[in-house]
């Protein structure tokens, strides 16, 4: 089978490593790719954002499967263009996509199918959202609608912190993203990740995963896309997983059927678990990344058959993804600045003695110059190790990133401390 990756994330590593085991593949090829995706697959040029240029690639390149792996492309419609063209693709059409795009539209849909979550209002307007601030306590969480790269959230305190966020929304702090706004109820409890496959009709679970999203150890600081994570998050028991699957996740999937909009590719519903059970936050329509690092690192299935049945509509032929049942932790190493400006540039050495002990380290936001391997943007590393315990898989990841030279980067120390502190 010939595949098409679009992406140049951790997460695109990640997948490129693991389907490029598939004995089903031919050949792959990724756009616009990094230095460890070169690894496993030839790098092509295509224009993101150019949906002709892209099919015309698959045309000429007997492309069998597309995969995407970020949320753009699919918000932006790709998937139903290449489906269009026939090209079977794993990822959501545009409209099952505004599960992501649009947080309103999320809500909306979880009002309709009776799904747990915070309760909410929407606002297009200041005027009309300022007095909506009423009908919510203190904290109160204020989301810009569209997609603003997980920067779009901000939890007010105060009623003035409340008053400034509604405001600075709606005077464009994140862009066309603020036109619209929703306003939720803060909900209590600890957060976990859930990943499904869904093939328009069938559902699969593929596992859990706990990430740390503030820059700080300590959960402090800045948000970022994420500095580290692990799979599986044993909060996300057999009977929670069960309530997950049944509460949540197939009246989702049932609902955008009903509608004619059918969800296609991986589901990663973003939980918070709380007194009353497990409740949805959000859903991406895509892999996590660093999420999907470590759920790559205990797949033992084969990825690209996965895909393919996903893509085809056969998932109800298949078992649930088997994972191994060893815990897998990846470590972030990010560039100086992150996730204001990073510092780019800075050269990163010993990754084959790294390796070499049994680790994995996946390029994120790397490039090389004349030869010497350079970071290039904010997340550098995602250093990944599995252990028959979340311990020893810790133990892995940061005995590895001893090994590594990458003088402009940092990363945290306390990865997986919650559930460390647990066990
Ligand atoms: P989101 O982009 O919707 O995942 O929001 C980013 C982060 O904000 C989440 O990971 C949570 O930590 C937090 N958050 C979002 N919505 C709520 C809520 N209703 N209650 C508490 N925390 C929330
Ligand atoms: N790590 C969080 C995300 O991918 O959205």
Known sequence: MNVLLLGSGGREHALAWKLAQSPNLTKLFAS???????????????????????????????IEL???????????????????????VFGPDKEAA??????????????????????????????AALPGLKEFGLPVVIKADGLAAGKGVIIAETAEAAT????????????????????EEFLE??????????????????????????????????????????????????????????????PTVETLARRGTPYNGVLFA???????????????VRFGDPECQVLMM???????????????GRLAELGAPKLASQSAMTVVMAAKGYPGTPETGGKIGGIDKAEAQGAKIFHAG??????????????????????????????????AIEKIDFADGFFRGDIGWRELERS
């Open 32 to 62: 616009p790719g990094n230095p460890g995706i070169a690894e496993h697959a030839e790098i092509v040029e295509i224009k993101d954002g150019d949906h002709r240029g892209t099919i015309d690639f698959c045309l000429k390149n007997s």
């Open 66 to 88: 597309v995969v995407i792996g970020p949320e753009a492309p699919l918000v932006d419609g790709l998937a139903d263009n290449l489906r269009t063209m026939g090209f079977p």
């Open 98 to 127: 505004q599960l992501e795009g649009s947080k309103g539209f999320t809500k909306d849909l979880c009002a309709e199918a009776g799904i747990p979550t915070a309760r909410y209002a929407r606002f297009t307007s200041a005027e």
């Open 164 to 183: 400034e966020a509604v405001e600075g929304m709606f005077d464009g702090d994140f862009g066309k993203a603020g036109a619209e706004i929703v306003i």
């Open 189 to 250: 409890g600890e957060e976990a990740s859930f990943f499904a496959l869904v093939d328009g009709e069938t559902v699969l679970p593929f596992g859990s995963a706990q990430d740390h999203k503030r820059v700080g150890e300590g959960d402090t600081g800045l948000n970022t896309g994420g500095m580290g994570a692990y799979s599986p998050a044993p909060i996300l028991d057999d009977a929670t997983t069960k309530r997950v699957m049944a509460e949540i996740v197939q």
């Open 270 to 284: 973003g939980l918070m678990l709380t007194e009353s059970g497990p409740q949805l936050i959000e859903y991406n």
């Open 298 to 312: 205990r797949l033992e299935d084969d990825l690209l058959a996965l895909m393919a049945a996903t893509a085809e």
């Open 366 to 399: 790397t490039s090389e110059d004349d030869g010497q391997l350079v970071a290039s943007g904010g997340r550098v590393l995602n250093v990944t190790a599995l252990g028959d315990t979340l311990q020893a898989a810790r133990d892995g990841a940061y005995a």
